[in-house]
């Protein structure tokens, strides 16, 4: 997908990327990530993620590219995910300094004290 997207519009000149469909899968993310280097800002509605994937996801090459060289700045997602996700977020996208995420009131509790 990245790759043929890359043909018509160079992924490295991106600055701002806002995914519109409603469950996107997290290791896409990291795929599309890859080739977006410059990315300063990325906005989604929500994330789909295998649970059971989190390790081999945050140990994969390609993971640990993406957390060494993107930019990200600023993450607006719409909708709320796991504790496990937000700190798989976190965990790659190093220079986050702005993280925006839809959470129902059940949800503030738990991840105020993840946060903290």
Same mark, same amino acid.
């Given at each position: 997908?990245?790759?043929?997207?890359? *043909?018509?519009?160079?992924?490295?000149?991106?600055?701002? @990327?806002?995914?519109?469909?409603?469950?996107?899968?997290?290791?896409?993310?990291?795929?599309?990530?890859?080739?977006?280097?410059? @990315?300063?800002?990325?906005?989604?509605?929500?994330?789909?993620?295998?649970?059971?994937?989190?390790?081999?996801?945050?140990?994969?090459e390609t993971f640990q590219h993406v957390s060494k060289?993107? *930019?990200?700045?600023?993450?607006?997602?719409?909708?709320?995910?796991?504790?496990?996700?937000?700190?798989?977020?976190?965990?790659l996208c190093s220079q986050l300094e702005y993280f925006?995420?839809?959470?129902?009131?059940?949800?503030?509790?738990?991840?105020?004290?993840?946060? @903290?």
């Open positions: 997908m990245a790759t043929a997207l890359n *043909r018509i519009l160079p992924l490295t000149k991106l600055g701002k @990327l806002t995914i519109v469909y409603n469950t996107f899968p997290l290791e896409q993310i990291i795929k599309l990530l890859h080739f977006t280097s410059n @990315l300063h800002t990325l906005k989604f509605g929500s994330i789909s993620l295998n649970q059971n994937n989190i390790m081999l996801i945050e140990q994969s060289i993107n *930019r990200i700045k600023n993450i607006d997602l719409r909708e709320s995910c796991t504790l496990e996700c937000i700190q798989m977020i976190i965990n925006k995420i839809g959470l129902n009131r059940k949800e503030i509790e738990h991840s105020g004290q993840f946060l @903290l």
